[in-house]
């Protein structure tokens, strides 16, 4: 089993900058890579970002590329997500999942893929 838990949401204004923290325990030599979601108001589930565990690649969704980058450390078993130039439509809560599952050269961005998420951290932005 693997554990995920997520921290450093919060209120920001339009324009501000976050971090977001995903801390693993458990079997985290099982994980493939790691991926941030979110699910604004009213709206699916929608893929963020991910990262090759071991090989450290990553990959960002086009609505968040040039603003937000994914990085990790293994050193502590902790992925981040941080967050610049947010907008108001960045407003969600912020899941981490992680995936056993090799996805070769590519990354998933499906949820079914994933088998092991974290509770979600809210986010805020203020316009």
């Known amino acids: 089993q693997v554990q995920l838990v997520e921290s450093g949401g919060g209120l920001v204004e339009t324009g501000g900058s976050l971090k977001l923290s995903c801390a693993t325990s458990?079997?985290?030599?099982?994980?493939?890579?790691l991926a941030w979601f979110r699910r604004a108001p009213g709206k699916e589930l929608e893929f963020v970002a991910a990262?090759?565990?071991?090989?450290?690649?990553?990959y960002c969704a086009d609505s968040v590329k040039g603003r937000f980058s994914i990085s990790g450390d293994n050193s502590d078993n902790t992925v981040y997500l941080q967050m610049n130039s947010l907008k108001p439509e960045d407003t969600a809560v912020y899941h981490c999942?992680?995936?056993?599952?090799?996805?070769?050269?590519?990354?998933?961005?499906?949820?079914?893929?994933?088998?092991?998420w974290g509770r979600g951290t809210q986010v805020t932005v203020s316009s």
């Open positions: 999942a992680a995936t056993t599952l090799s996805s070769g050269s590519r990354f998933f961005v499906e949820r079914s893929r994933y088998g092991y």
């Open positions: 458990g079997r985290t030599f099982t994980i493939y890579s």
């Open positions: 990262i090759g565990w071991k090989a450290n690649r990553t």
